[in-house]
């Protein structure tokens, strides 16, 4: 039940792309990114309703693909500030859980 | 404006201790729950609340009890701990958007260690 995240882990030059992914093997209503810094707690990035929408924040966007059962979250130019651990939670309706993938860790250098 | 207070920060407990941790939100938010994030792995749900007077396990419920008397405060309460409690325990508020959890404002956590 639980979302498979890809990449598990990431490296980049700082101002290059990446691509996180994350899907589900059920239906999903919605899908929440966060990313968390080592000692913190997560931090919200966006929510995604089924409708396959895509939102942005910044050069951080994200795309939900209902039929696929999956989301990818873009982040574009990366910068320092983006090093974490990002999470995809996914909620399959009216039962008020938020199940959480593994994390994918990205690392930006300069 | 706080947002969500959990204390305490630290806990060093012996096997078989039980103790509260404290959750506590200022934003009016209905709905309130319990992660346990173990180290390199992702949040698991433990207890939530969709408002006062109502709680529902989550996925590993099992050592842990809540309870919601108001819409403020939503404690957790070791029962007896145990070595594999040791986690760190981040609380959680929203307000439910439509039929979708809304955004989550995340406590600063408390780092638990059992011996």
């Known amino acids: 039940q639980q979302p498979v995240q890809s990449p598990q882990a990431v490296i980049l030059r700082e101002g290059e792309d990446a691509v996180i992914n994350c899907s589900s093997s059920k239906a999903l209503y919605s899908v929440h990114w966060y990313r968390q810094k080592h000692g913190e707690a997560p931090v919200f990035l966006m929510i995604?309703?089924?409708g396959g929408e895509q939102k942005g924040h910044d050069k951080i966007s994200a795309s939900f693909n209902e039929k696929k059962q999956q989301s990818s979250l873009y982040l574009t130019a990366s910068q320092l500030s983006y090093s974490g651990t990002y999470f995809c939670g996914t909620y399959m309706d009216s039962n008020y859980q938020l199940i959480w993938g593994a994390g994918t860790k990205l690392i930006i250098k300069p | 404006n706080a947002g969500v207070t959990q204390t305490p920060k630290f806990q060093v407990l012996k096997t078989g201790q039980s103790m509260t941790l404290q959750c506590a939100q200022d934003?009016?938010?209905?709905?309130m729950s319990w992660y346990r994030q173990d180290p390199g792995m992702g949040l698991r749900l433990i207890h939530y609340?969709?408002?006062?007077?109502?709680?529902d396990q989550g996925e590993v419920p099992n050592g842990y009890n809540v309870s919601r008397s108001t819409t403020e405060d939503f404690p957790l309460r070791l029962l007896s701990a145990a070595p594999s409690q040791t986690s760190v325990y981040f609380c959680?508020?929203?307000?439910?958007?439509?039929?979708?959890?809304?955004?989550?404002?995340f406590g600063n956590g408390t780092r638990l260690t059992v011996t």
């Open positions: 959680a508020s929203s307000a439910p958007t439509g039929a979708s959890l809304g955004l989550l404002h």
């Open positions: 995604l309703l089924k």
């Open positions: 934003m009016n938010h209905e709905y």
């Open positions: 609340s969709v408002g006062a007077g109502i709680t």
